[in-house]
């Protein structure tokens, strides 16, 4: 087995883990943060048990960790097309802030930043004075929009990316180009077998992990009756196509799941087939623990793995490179 010196990362708004899988083959994750504990127990079963539950707002400086780098993806509800669009005065926008302060209180190496495109194309202003802050207190900055349906998975989910890198290290950081490979619904679902039914309420994993349905939000018949009795309404019912990748999974899907609907059964999709979607291994697995509605919400906000993972080789790379 080939030996490398591993990089230290401290993680901060780190959901169930998604982004800081991608890291954790290169990287030595030594201290996450997460406000929402549904998430950060789906974290410490796939990640580890270095996830502190609290508000990132409420912790003073000494109780993060220092590290090499830092990532994190404050939450976007406020920048989202599906949320409010307060912006950065929003309690969830302002977090953008929150992370910029962290960063340049601890000065890492690098840092990672990730949030909706929404913060780019909504809140132009926003993100211009983020990047100016950036290059304000030290690094060299670099950002991007990266469509997770260009490496390898079968969702268009498209993220804007900052990457900074402490200016003494000398050299701006370059985003991964796109795989050629493109997968379909049907290249990463249509092997799984039938979905196990459960109650509402029940707390299960499934004979096969994650991969269960209650025939709720919506039901069957509600699906049938809107599809052959078309009406408006805010949120219409969509099938996921087979032979196309799956539209962008927000997190709306752990209300209702009406826009993402099985490509032929009159069901809403299941966490393991979401979980497929956004490009994460079987052995990623949420526990019994978190409810079904907190599994969705999980999924929804998370950071698709394999560009995640994309992220985390060319920024490993580069450092080391430069080092020399």
């Not at 591993?6 to 890291?23: A, C, E, Q, Y």
Request: proline share 6%; net charge positive; aromatic share 12%.
């Amino acid at each position: 087995m080939q030996c490398f010196e591993k990089l230290t990362i401290s993680s901060f708004f780190s959901g169930m883990g998604g982004l800081d899988l991608g890291f954790k083959e290169l990287f030595d994750i030594q201290w996450a943060n997460e406000r929402d504990p549904h998430a950060a127990r789906g974290y410490a079963v796939n990640i580890g048990d270095h996830i502190q539950v609290g508000d990132i707002t409420e912790l003073s400086k000494s109780d993060i960790v220092p590290s090499t780098g830092f990532i994190g993806g404050p939450s976007c509800i406020d920048y989202s097309t599906d949320g409010a669009n307060r912006g950065d005065v929003g309690e969830h926008g302002k977090l953008v802030w929150t992370y910029q302060d962290i960063t340049w209180s601890l000065m890492p190496q690098f840092f990672l930043f990730e949030n909706v495109s929404g913060l780019v194309n909504r809140h132009p202003q926003t993100f211009e004075r983020l990047l100016a802050n950036y290059k304000r207190i030290g690094f060299n900055v670099s950002w991007a929009i990266l469509d997770a349906a260009q490496f390898g998975v079968a969702q268009n989910r498209k993220r804007v990316f900052i990457a900074g890198i402490r200016k003494d290290l000398g050299f701006y950081f370059r985003f991964p180009l796109p795989y050629l490979e493109r997968k379909t619904v049907r290249d990463v679902i249509s092997s799984l077998p039938s979905p196990e039914t459960i109650g509402a309420r029940e707390r299960v994993l499934g004979s096969f992990p994650n991969h269960t349905v209650t025939w709720e939000s919506p039901t069957p018949s509600r699906i049938q009756d809107v599809i052959l009795h078309p009406r408006n309404q805010r949120r219409g019912m969509r099938r996921l196509e087979w032979d196309k990748p799956c539209p962008t999974i927000t997190a709306h899907i752990a209300k209702d799941g009406r826009e993402f609907l099985h490509p032929e059964e009159n069901r809403r999709i299941t966490v393991r087939e979401a979980l497929r979607l956004s490009g994460f291994p079987d052995n990623f697995v949420l526990p019994a623990v978190m409810p079904l509605s907190a599994q969705y919400r999980c999924v929804g906000n998370c950071v698709a793995y394999p560009v995640a993972k994309a992220l985390a080789h060319a920024m490993y790379h580069q450092l080391m490179f430069n080092r020399k």
